[in-house]
T-cell receptor, first 113, second 109 residues
Framework: ETGVTQSPTHLIKTRGQQVTLRCSSQSGHNTVSWYQQALGQGPQFIFQ???????GRGNFPPRFSGLQFPNYSSELNVNALELDDSALYLC????????????FGPGTRLTVT | RKEVEQDPGPFNVPEGATVAFNCTYSNSASQSFFWYRQDCRKEPKLLMSVYSSGNEDGRFTAQLNRASQYISLLIRDSKLSDSATYLCVVKAAGNKLTFGGGTRVLVKP
């Protein structure tokens, strides 16, 4: 086990709603990266947080936002949910701003109906 | 063109056989390369980093060809437990890991 935890495990939301996903990083890690993995595809980078600041962002609209807390845990918030937001959301824990290895949590499976 | 491309497979492999597959990347400035393994409905896990000179870890061998911009993974003496999706991952300068779509491998008795 990586020591990275995510909650909730599964979630069902309705289009237009808002959702918050949570991630606790591995002990000693100060960086959290979030990924979206649609069915049958590889994970897509959403953004990264390092020491409570956003440190890089992928091609996702502003309705995807996040936070990192002093204990380095993190939240991913998605507003105005769309059907295409249905995916597995993975967080990955690491150290530093240019990690060579990231440790993934088990993911949150979000279904938007 | 996708930044990282993989043959989605599946590669159906008899137990004990050898299987190999490639991944191509478009960014010539890419600096680091990895293979991750992902089991069905589980999170990705690092299988191995890929070094310029090529590297081996037990039954797994990874190669990097910078001139042609591809990396490869070879699995020898395939085990049933090797059945998984293998994700090619590329990192340019900075913090972003770019994943390919994955290659599915099914090892059969």
């Amino acid at each position: 086990e990586t020591g990275v935890t995510q909650s909730p495990t599964h979630l069902i939301k309705t289009r237009g709603q808002q959702v918050t996903l949570r991630c606790s990083s591995q002990s000693g890690h100060n960086t959290v990266s979030w990924y979206q993995q649609a069915l049958g595809q590889g994970p897509q980078f959403i953004f990264q947080y390092y020491r409570e600041e956003e440190n890089g962002r992928g091609n996702f609209p502003p309705r995807f936002s996040g936070l990192q807390f002093p204990n380095y845990s993190s939240e991913l918030n998605v507003n105005a949910l769309e059907l295409d937001d249905s995916a597995l959301y993975l967080c990955a824990s690491s150290t530093g701003t240019s990690p060579s290895e990231q440790y993934f949590g088990p993911g949150t499976r979000l279904t938007v109906t | 063109r996708k930044e990282v491309e993989q043959d989605p497979g599946p590669f159906n492999v008899p137990e004990g056989a050898t299987v190999a597959f490639n991944c191509t990347y478009s960014n010539s400035a890419s600096q680091s390369f990895f293979w991750y393994r992902q089991d069905c409905r589980k999170e990705p896990k690092l299988l191995m980093s890929v070094y310029s000179s090529g590297n081996e870890d037990g039954r797994f061998t990874a190669q990097l060809n910078r001139a042609s911009q591809y990396i490869s993974l070879l699995i020898r003496d395939s085990k049933l437990s090797d059945s998984a999706t293998y994700l090619c991952v590329v990192k340019a300068a900075g913090n972003k890991l770019t994943f390919g779509g994955g290659t599915r491998v099914l090892v059969k008795p």
